[in-house]
């Protein structure tokens, strides 16, 4: 493992993605018991999206952490898909942890919402009267966290969940990650945390592997931290860790 610090923002590089994932959900499990030491439970967000994979599978397998103390939210939600599409982010999450594990709550965007901008404010609600511990999240191609696509990450947004249309880049990643067979099945809008609603959490997790992810690596550690690269910011956050294995830094 090789280590820098940029700015804040602690950056924790491995060889192989199996060894971050691995390594990334050890340090979450550490973050768990400190916090369920000093209080009764804890609220906890989670990305969805292939580049958790690792991590996620490390986390519900294992038997020590007590999972019937964490809240579960998540980050991001498509606008206008099926209660039971597999792209759904809750329903990725639900695959992935939130069935596996025996969570004290989860708690969902609805996807089917007629109305986004109301369900945006009951979500954001939530998460106001349930302040995040823990934010374990990702990097987009293009910079994004959750939705926050560039042209729509605002880093002083007074929302703290909002709908937004989806750059380009940020659908066709949909695809490069086998979501969606083509561009023009992936949805156009989704509801999205805002960058102050992740970012006010105490402790994030960031893992990013992959080749797809280098360039949004390099722009996020070595340019200038602004919206044009939405996951900068991190570099400002006093207790952030970055995750990347061998693909993802190979433009630093």
């Known amino acids: 493992m090789k280590t820098l610090k940029v700015d804040k923002l602690d950056v924790k590089i491995f060889d192989t993605r199996v060894e971050m994932g691995a390594v990334a959900a050890n340090d979450i499990k550490a973050r768990f018991k400190a916090l369920l030491a000093e209080k009764e439970e804890i609220n906890v967000i989670f990305a969805a999206a292939p580049s958790q994979n690792d991590v ?55 996807c089917t919402a007629t ?23 990702g990097i987009g191609e293009n910079g994004h966290i959750a939705f926050n696509d560039p042209g729509v990450a605002e880093f002083n947004d007074k929302k703290v969940v909002k709908p937004v249309k989806l750059d380009e880049v940020c659908r066709q990643q949909q695809v490069n990650d086998g979501c969606f067979k083509d561009i023009s099945e992936v949805p156009t809008h989704a509801m999205t945390l805002t960058v102050p609603t992740l970012v006010k959490a ?30 900068s910011i991190l570099r400002l956050q006093d207790s952030a860790i970055l995750y990347l294995d061998a693909d993802s830094s190979k433009l630093l």
């Open 56 to 110: 996620l599978k490390s986390l519900a397998e294992d038997p020590e952490i007590e999972w019937n103390r964490i809240n579960a939210y998540h980050m991001d939600e498509y606008i206008g898909l099926s209660k039971d599409a597999p792209q759904g982010f809750g329903n990725f999450l639900k695959a992935h942890i939130f069935d596996l594990a025996p969570f004290k709550s989860v708690n969902y965007i609805d």
């Open 115 to 137: 109305d986004p901008e109301k369900e945006a404010d009951r979500y954001g609600k939530l998460l106001l009267e349930n302040p995040t511990d823990v934010v374990i999240m």
């Open 202 to 231: 105490p402790y994030l997790f960031c893992i990013v592997p992959a080749p797809t992810k280098a360039k949004a690596v390099y722009k996020t550690l070595c340019e200038p931290v602004n919206e044009d690269c939405p996951a």
